[in-house]
């Protein structure tokens, strides 16, 4: 018995099975957040290292976007735009959508993008899919700077737009749209280890929820039957303040903000719960 009590005590760190639905381990995330950051900076590095503009794809792919919604619904389809300057409204869109979008994507595939590594050595298995967010906060910072020049060279030439105080609310939807990207995302992963045709509908749900958005519309343009869904998105109101923020208009209360940060902790928690209780057997199924 003694001798049973001396090679325990030899253990720093003892692994046992989860054994409910709240045995979560969340302070293993922090005893490995050096492993965090090594992934962080594989996800940022390694997703441009072979291609030919590299980190410049970061500036190209919200312009070019950007310069498609002015042409297509500014200018072909005249959709409003509250008086503000069709470009810099789609890219304000942009810029937020384009965060929440990747983080929702790249944390879907969680299970079976890293079933290889999974499979062989422990680790907080959520870990990954938070490496993931915060990987694309720093090309949010990218996106945010672009839309930040144009911003001040529409300012420049005279047109009326105005940063309020609501920038400060700035970090606050950061988290809202890393909370509910990562939720979402795997609660995704954690459904595609069983059902793997469901990881074929995620880029057609992503832009099915964008139309749900106000990304390429203003929410003032949304009449009857149709406003209550574009309001119970939670996203509708990251958009809506964004706007408010650093062009100084939109057609929504900021105090909606309230029911973003609700859902999102709602979905997140749900989100952990399932995919701590799937970690368990994944890989019997991925």
């Known amino acids: 018995m003694e001798l049973k009590t001396s090679n325990q005590e030899?253990?720093?760190l003892v692994i046992h099975p989860q054994r409910a639905w709240w045995d979560l381990h969340l302070g293993d995330l922090w005893r490995y957040r050096d492993l965090v950051w090594m992934f962080v900076w594989r996800d940022f590095v390694a997703y441009y290292k072979q291609t030919i503009l590299g980190p410049?794809?970061?500036l190209v792919q919200p312009i070019m976007t950007t310069g498609v919604f002015t042409i297509i619904f500014g200018n072909i389809a005249q959709l409003s735009t509250d008086g503000l300057p069709?470009?810099?409204f789609?890219?304000?869109?942009?810029?937020?959508w384009g965060y929440f979008s990747a983080s929702l994507t790249s944390t879907s595939t969680?299970?079976?993008s890293n079933a290889a590594i999974l499979g062989k050595v422990y680790f907080p298995r959520l870990a990954i899919p938070i490496s993931v967010v915060i990987s694309n906060i720093i090309s949010f910072a990218i996106r945010l700077g672009v839309f930040l020049g144009f911003l001040?060279?529409?300012v420049a030439v005279g047109v009326n737009v105005s940063i309020t105080w609501w920038a400060l609310s700035l970090p606050l939807l950061i988290l809202i749209m890393a909370g509910l990207g990562l939720g979402m995302g795997i609660i995704v992963s954690s459904l595609t280890t069983k059902y793997r045709d469901l990881q074929q509908l995620i880029g057609f749900g992503v832009q099915l929820m964008m139309y749900a958005t106000?990304?390429?519309y203003p929410i003032s343009t949304v009449q009857g039957n149709w406003q209550w869904l574009v309001l119970a998105n939670p996203m509708t109101p990251v958009v809506e303040v964004f706007r408010l923020a650093f062009l100084g208009v939109s057609s929504l209360s900021p105090l909606y903000l309230l029911y973003s940060l609700g859902a999102t902790?709602?979905?997140?928690?749900?989100?952990i719960l399932i995919f701590n209780r799937v970690e368990a057997t994944f890989m019997d199924t991925v």
């Not at 789609?90 to 937020?96: D, E, F, K, R």
């Not at 902790?265 to 989100?271: A, E, K, N, R």
């Open 214 to 216: 106000p990304v390429i």
């Open 56 to 58: 410049l794809w970061y």
């Open 10 to 12: 030899e253990w720093s």
């Open 86 to 88: 069709p470009f810099l």
């Open 110 to 112: 969680t299970f079976t």
């Open 90 to 96: 789609y890219l304000a869109g942009n810029t937020v």
């Open 152 to 154: 001040i060279y529409y």
């Open 265 to 271: 902790l709602v979905i997140l928690m749900i989100g």
